[in-house]
């Protein structure tokens, strides 16, 4: 029997298994939220004023966000209180809703509203995270891709691009952990997009970092802080920084925050302010009481969440070692942090694994996702998502993922 022959005979014994598996999204599991469900009590008629004196069921308070929340999740990014912004259940709603007004207004710095500029254009990170692309793409802004390296985005080729074209707005990429390589920004990466020369006057780094405290080692990564790093260049105004408590806590019922420079938030935090009177104040203090008093505090969680993840990322890393290591047919990521493992096939295949994945019961992310309008140059990238489906059924996912990458491949030389 020819390999051709060989695997799809194997193929098809998983497919007669009638499989029903889902490596699709980064969704936590269930036992990961049933580390938050204290928070869903935790507040009561006694929490009406917090320690800073708001009362969190009427509506003063600001459009920041409470006291307490700011100082809680600004030393998770790293940052003072003042330079943070804490919302509602998304960080992807503050990061839109500021390029919203950065294309309706324009930002601090713009000489105008980035919409009546003929072109605006943002650098992404490929491959990346596919909500970036399709807002960027929904408000239009075109993209231009840069490759993702283990040092975070291709400096040589960021600066190149934004040195002179002044229609180059503007970086989105995540800094720690990133979706879906799980690279990490390096020191010297950091410093570079923070004083680099650019030709737009008003070029703002979106760090979505959304993996910020996602470690699944002992070893945490420690990039440098980008919003410490922009002002010791002398351009404190660049960044804006995201994070949330979606892997955290809850992912529909977390906590959005950002950080800029106080000047930039003014700037901002007004511009918001005429869209509400302020976040919803009971929900963050449901998470300040709930974070602050869990024994390590968010690093202590954090911990705990890392037991579940890390068999579930070392399964997928052991069963692509043992299925493809040495055959030449795939490379893949080992990250140290975040939720994903990015997986290239070596041959332009990745649909059809996806496909044959779905033949057999296994939903992947749709090949093309990780790239902006959902094309991969190469038809390679895959990313895959272990958080969600216990350890077995990743495991399980995992062997027949193996096997399509290694059918695609055949099928692809027959
Ligand atoms: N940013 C990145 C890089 C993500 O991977 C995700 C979720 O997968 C999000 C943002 C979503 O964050 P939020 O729920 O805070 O909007």
Known sequence: MSDLNALQEQYEQYKSMGLALNMQRGQPSDADYDLSNEMLTIVDETDVVTPSGIAIRNYPGGVAG???????????????????????????????????????????????????????????????????????DAIGIEMVSVQMTSDGPDMDAVEALVANDASIKGIAFVPTYSNPTGDTVSHETVKRLASMKTAAPDFTIFADDAYIVHHLTDDPAKPLNLLRACEAAGNPDRVYLFGSTSKITFASAGIGFMATSVTNLAYIGKLMGTQFIGPNKIEQYRHVKFLNNYPGGIDGIMREHANYLKPKFDVVVDVLTEQLGGTGLATW?????????????????ADRVVELAKGAGVALTPAGATYPHKKDPNNANIRLSPSRPPVEEVAQAMQVVAVCVKLASAEYDA
Do not use: C
Request: proline content about 7%; glycine content about 8%; aromatic content about 10%.
């Open 66 to 136: 409470l006291k307490e929340a700011r100082e809680l999740f600004g030393a998770m990014l790293g940052v003072k209180p003042e330079e943070m912004l804490v919302g509602n259940n998304a960080s992807l709603k503050l990061m839109s809703t500021t390029l919203m007004w950065a294309m309706i207004r324009g930002l601090k710095d713009s000489p105008k509203p980035w919409s009546q500029e003929e072109t605006i254009k943002f650098i992404v990170t490929v491959p990346g995270y596919d909500r970036h692309f399709t807002f960027l």
């Open 333 to 349: 990521t080992n990250p140290k942090g975040g939720y994903f493992i990015s997986l290239d096939t070596a041959k332009p295949v």
